[in-house]
């Protein structure tokens, strides 16, 4: 069964910080990729960061020095610390597996983080 669960989300001040966590199966967790999607109210999803099985590690350009993505492999899971956070990082924040393509093979549920003045 293919399954993909975040936690970690929640209410914080902006400046402070947040970690999120995406434990998923092992079928999940052998794609190309895992990656930290968000998606803000009234906006497209977007990818925030992604890590190949190797760690090689991409960011979205507004995230760069404030967000890192890591992972366990030994754990099946994939992490998120994010830093000095923004309101504008408010969104709710998806854990997927990645095919080479770059294309989404599953979503998690998401979690929600919301940074408040």
């Known amino acids: 069964q293919v399954q993909l669960v975040e936690s970690g989300g929640g209410l914080v001040q902006a400046g402070g910080s947040l970690r999120l966590s995406c434990t998923a199966s092992r079928s999940a967790f052998s794609f190309n990729a895992m990656g930290w999607y968000r998606q803000a109210p009234g906006k497209q999803r977007e990818l925030a960061a992604d890590i190949t099985r190797d760690g090689r590690t991409n960011y979205q350009q507004s995230v760069k020095g404030r967000f890192t993505i890591s992972r366990d492999n030994a754990k099946n899971t994939v992490y998120l610390q994010m830093h000095s956070l923004k309101i504008e990082d408010t969104a709710a924040y998806y854990c997927?597996?990645?095919?080479?393509?770059?294309?989404?093979?599953?979503w998690g549920q998401g979690t929600q983080v919301t940074v408040s003045s």
């Open positions: 997927a597996s990645l095919r080479f393509t770059g294309s989404v093979a599953y």
